[in-house]
Structures are given as C-alpha cells and as structure tokens.
C-alpha cells in the first residue's frame, strides 16, 4: 500500500461515502421499533434509546482500530456486528423451543453458536481481503439511508397527522352529526382495583377510611353513599362501565372493553384516547396513546418499549436471566403501580380534549405498600389473614388518588371531569394459609364511586349513584344526550 491510499480514504471519509452507514444502521431498529408503537411510546423514549444505541456505535468504532486502519473494513466489520448486535434476540426467540430445560447460560451459549460464528468468519475475511470495500460501503449507505427515511416518514406523517377523526384502524371517518360542549372538557376515568367503600372498611374491618371522602368533598367531588356495582370480578365490571352500564353478564366482557361504547362515543367528538392498561386483552381499540405494565413478564425494565430493545438485542441474556432468578415481586408491582402516578403529571399537559383511562391494579394485592408508601413486609404480600396489610395500601392508594386528583384539577387548561370508583369491593381470599374472614358477596358489590362534575350542580344527583350510570350522567350533562339513569344493581 503506498502512502497516498490512506490520504484518498481519509477523503473520501471526509466527503462521508463509505463508512458512515454503521452510524445511521444503529438508529434503525429504534426507529422501526418506535413507529410500530408510536400509540404507546412516547418521542423522548425513542430519542434516549437512540442516542444509546449511537453510543454504543460510537465505541465499538474506536474499538475497530484494533483490527484495522483502514475505514471500509472497520466500517464493515462494525455493521456485522450491529447486525449480530440488534437482532440476535429474534434469532433466539426463533430457536428457544430447542433450548428448553437448558440452563440460560448454556442455552444462550449453544444458540449464540450458529450467528456469531458466521460474524467472526465474515469479519476475519473482510479484515484479511486485500480488496477495498469502498463501493460496497457506498451501497449500504443508500440502502440504510433508505430505511432510515422511511422511518422517519413514518414517524412524521404519525405526528403531524390528525389522530382524530381516525378510527382504531386508521381509516379517516366522514363528519358526524355530534352534540358538543362549547368547551370540550377533558375526562379522566380513574378504576381502582378491589378499592372498598369507606363505610365498608369501617363495617368489615372498623378502619376509619372516611378522610378519603372528606377530602375530594373539600376538592368538590360528588361522593356516593351506598354505591353498589354489578359484578365481582373485574372484567364485567370494567365492561359494565365503559357501555353504560348495558353489558350482559352472559356476554364476552373482553372485546367489549377492547371496542367499547364510551371510547366510541368521545372518539367520534374528537377526543384523544389515553390509557393506563393492566392486562393486553383489556386494551382499548381505540387508544391513541397507551401506558402499559406488564404484570406477568418479570424484567429489568418497567417500560415495555426498552424492554422489547434489550430483548431483540444481544443483551437479551441479562433480563433472561433475571426474569429466571427469584424475582423481587414486591419491586416489580411498587413500581407498577408508581408508574401510573408518575406519568399522569404529563399526561395531564397534553392538549386536549382527551379521554384519559386508569385501571390502576391496586389496592388489589399483592400488598407491596405501607400506609405512607414505603415498602410492605415481603413475608405477607397475599396475606389476607391479617387485615392491616390491605388496609395499609388502601390507605395509601387512598392518599396518592386524592393528591393526583388536586393535581389534575390544579394543572388542567381548562376544568376536567373526573370520575373515581372501583370495580368491585373487597372479595377477601380464600387461598390456604392466607384466607381472610368470610365476605358476603353482598359487601363484595359495594364499591366506592365519586365524580368531579365542573358547572353541575351536586344537589339532583342520586345519592347511591352507581358506576353504571356515571358516563351517562357526563354525558347527558355536557354532550346533551338522554340517557335514562339504570336503576341501581
């Protein structure tokens, strides 16, 4: 090699052809990743992940002058292993169904066997030949520039596009003839799982729970007295709610949440859909935006969409063998529940109008928390035998509901609607070893439901109102529907 080589790849570098596509490649998966869950994940996700996977780039092409000089093949080298890098996960996942029963180590090892045998050979090859990849390095850079462009289309058209006026498949609708207020108020719908009634603590328990009450009062909610629902378990109830109130118990409750009358009614006036989901088969159709925990998948992560990253990638053998490990349960679901309080600030400055639904999987055990919000005693978190460890994270889910509903009040443009109420009472448990005391299903159907209702006056509404009936009174208060009130269950 004479000398004058290197200066002409030094300008050709310069005039960036032939070694630049290992830095865009590294943005791609991310991209690609986030356009496919645009609905879910939020801009600056994307843009942290990406500036992570360009960090690791970045290092690993200061670790390529180990090898070589020469900028195509440390360029080459460097995209191979991006490759290996980025897709390893899919690979694994493909032949996992061989691997079962090996320990993760030795699984991971055996699989890694086939795709970082080919990188290495393809590598020493490329490090070795005595041809220049000048030209094949030009080719990638257009065809990774092309997939990056395509991304980034994608992910513009998304932004800048209307969400509304779109259905769940993101087919345009036609104008609909609509009744709306003249200020469109936001509306958040708040469902606390196996959250009692305050006069049921008192009566099963003799837990003074009535502070919770007096302190939305003060915030002017509307509380009910007497409240009951139709349904023990969560899904009817769930499904009960969001139709108002017209779901059959002999009905599917499932595709009934996922296209439910409430979300179509407001999608229809415009209205962003926003929603803290617990579980995949109640996700909403609809959703513009989702906020999702995954309660089952033990991992490192609590967000799904960098969980996803590490899984697709080479590092997929850290969160697997975490997951495989003793898992720190009582972490997990603290900071699953922590998550819904800590994303709801933002969410709350969002523009509007928007539908903003929270299953919130609490204060339903596991018993995580104490009354202040510290950690509970791991040694009894389905412990149902001693009241207080529900009634401590009733206690505080109770504290953390009313200041988030001060908040929302306190940071909303303009006054929102806010609605509070459980799916069911407390059901108890009747597990062995953690069985509490006898619960009639009667207690099990008194459910707490408040309703912040800006401009209405509190007076003429039923007193026992039922969450049945509460979107009906929304709307026939701010939409002008005639919604006759159900008679209560």
Same mark, same amino acid.
């Given at each position: 090699?004479?000398?004058?080589?290197?200066?002409?790849?030094?300008?050709?570098?310069?005039?960036?052809?032939?070694?630049?596509?290992?830095f865009f490649f590294s943005l791609y998966p991310i991209l690609f990743l986030y356009l496919r869950n645009i609905?879910?994940?939020?801009?600056?996700?994307?843009?942290?992940?990406?500036?992570?996977?360009? #960090?690791?780039?970045?290092?690993?092409?200061?670790?390529?002058?180990?090898?070589?000089?020469?900028?195509?093949?440390?360029?080459?080298?460097?995209?191979?292993?991006?490759?290996?890098?980025?897709?390893?996960?899919?690979?694994?996942?493909?032949?996992? #169904?061989?691997?079962?029963?090996?320990?993760?180590?030795?699984?991971?090892?055996?699989?890694?066997?086939?795709?970082?045998?080919?990188?290495?050979?393809?590598?020493?090859?490329?490090?070795?030949?005595?041809?220049?990849? *000048?030209?094949? $390095?030009?080719?990638?850079?257009?065809?990774?520039?092309?997939?990056?462009?395509?991304?980034?289309?994608?992910?513009?058209?998304?932004?800048?596009?209307?969400?509304?006026?779109?259905?769940?498949?993101?087919?345009?609708?036609?104008?609909?003839?609509?009744?709306?207020?003249?200020?469109?108020?936001?509306?958040?719908?708040?469902?606390?799982?196996?959250?009692?009634?305050?006069?049921?603590?008192?009566? &099963?328990?003799?837990?003074?729970? $009535?502070?919770?009450?007096? *302190?939305?009062?003060?915030?002017?909610?509307?509380?009910?007295?007497? *409240?009951?629902?139709?349904?023990?378990?969560?899904?009817?109830?769930?499904? /009960?709610?969001?139709?108002?109130?017209? =779901?059959?118990?002999?009905?599917?409750?499932?595709?009934?949440?996922?296209?439910?009358?409430?979300?179509?009614?407001?999608?229809?006036?415009?209205?962003? &859909?926003?929603?803290?989901?617990?579980?995949?088969?109640?996700?909403?159709?609809?959703?513009?935006?989702?906020?999702?925990?995954?309660?089952?998948?033990?991992?490192?992560?609590?967000? /799904?969409?960098?969980?996803?990253?590490?899984?697709?990638?080479?590092?997929?053998?850290?969160?697997?063998?975490?997951?495989?490990?003793?898992? /720190?349960?009582?972490?997990?679901?603290?900071?699953?529940?922590?998550?819904?309080?800590?994303?709801?600030?933002?969410?709350?400055?969002?523009?509007?109008?928007?539908?903003?639904?929270?299953?919130?999987?609490?204060?339903?055990?596991?018993?995580?928390f104490d009354a202040r919000g510290g950690p509970g005693d791991p040694g009894h978190i389905w412990d149902h035998s001693d009241?207080?460890?529900?009634?401590?994270?009733?206690?505080?889910?109770?504290?953390?509901?009313?200041?988030?509903?001060?908040?929302?009040?306190?940071?909303?443009?303009?006054?929102?609607?806010?609605?509070?109420?459980?799916?069911?009472?407390?059901? #108890?448990?009747?597990?062995? $070893?953690?069985?509490?005391?006898?619960?009639?299903?009667?207690?099990?159907?008194?459910?707490?439901?408040?309703?912040?209702?800006?401009?209405?006056?509190?007076?003429?509404?039923?007193?026992?109102?039922?969450?049945?009936?509460?979107?009906?009174?929304?709307? /026939?208060?701010? =939409?002008?529907?005639?919604?006759?009130?159900?008679?209560?269950?």
């Open positions: 090699m004479t000398e004058a080589e290197p200066r002409r790849e030094a300008g050709a570098a310069a005039a960036g052809r032939g070694f630049l596509y290992p609905r879910e994940v939020t801009i600056y996700q994307a843009l942290w992940a990406s500036a992570a996977s360009l #960090g690791i780039t970045i290092a690993g092409w200061f670790l390529t002058r180990i090898f070589s000089e020469r900028l195509e093949k440390r360029a080459l080298v460097l995209f191979l292993f991006l490759l290996l890098f980025h897709f390893y996960g899919l690979y694994y996942a493909l032949v996992a #169904g061989w691997l079962l029963g090996l320990p993760p180590i030795a699984a991971h090892a055996l699989a890694f066997t086939l795709p970082g045998g080919i990188w290495l050979l393809l590598s020493v090859l490329a490090i070795r030949s005595r041809r220049s990849f *000048s030209a094949l $390095g030009r080719v990638l850079n257009l065809v990774v520039l092309a997939l990056l462009a395509w991304s980034l289309a994608g992910i513009i058209m998304s932004h800048i596009g209307p969400p509304a006026g779109r259905n769940g498949n993101g087919q345009r609708r036609g104008p609909a003839p609509v009744a709306m207020p003249a200020r469109a108020p936001d509306i958040y719908c708040f469902i606390l799982d196996e959250f009692m009634a305050p006069e049921e603590a008192q009566h &099963i328990f003799g837990h003074d729970g $009535g502070w919770f009450s007096d *302190s939305l009062r003060r915030q002017g909610f509307f509380v009910a007295a007497g *409240s009951t629902a139709r349904f023990t378990l969560t899904e009817p109830a769930i499904a /009960d709610i969001l139709n108002l109130g017209e =779901f059959s118990a002999t009905a599917d409750p499932f595709p009934l949440v996922r296209r439910n009358a409430v979300a179509a009614f407001l999608k229809e006036r415009n209205y962003r &859909i926003v929603e803290f989901a617990c579980l995949p088969p109640l996700f909403m159709a609809a959703a513009d935006q989702r906020f999702y925990y995954n309660l089952a998948h033990a991992s490192i992560f609590f967000d /799904d969409f960098y969980r996803v990253l590490f899984e697709r990638s080479l590092l997929r053998i850290l969160p697997e063998l975490w997951s495989r490990k003793k898992t /720190d349960l009582s972490r997990f679901y603290r900071q699953r529940v922590l998550q819904v309080f800590e994303e709801l600030p933002g969410v709350v400055r969002e523009a509007g109008p928007k539908f903003v639904f929270v299953h919130l999987f609490s204060p339903h055990e596991p018993f995580v009241p207080r460890f529900y009634l401590q994270q009733y206690d505080f889910i109770s504290r953390r509901v009313a200041e988030t509903a001060a908040m929302i009040i306190r940071d909303s443009p303009e006054p929102p609607i806010l609605l509070i109420q459980s799916d069911h009472g407390y059901r #108890g448990s009747k597990r062995p $070893g953690n069985e509490s005391r006898p619960v009639a299903r009667a207690d099990m159907l008194k459910v707490f439901n408040a309703a912040y209702l800006p401009g209405i006056s509190l007076q003429g509404i039923d007193p026992s109102l039922s969450p049945r009936n509460n979107f009906r009174l929304v709307f /026939d208060s701010y =939409f002008g529907t005639r919604y006759p009130l159900l008679r209560h269950p």
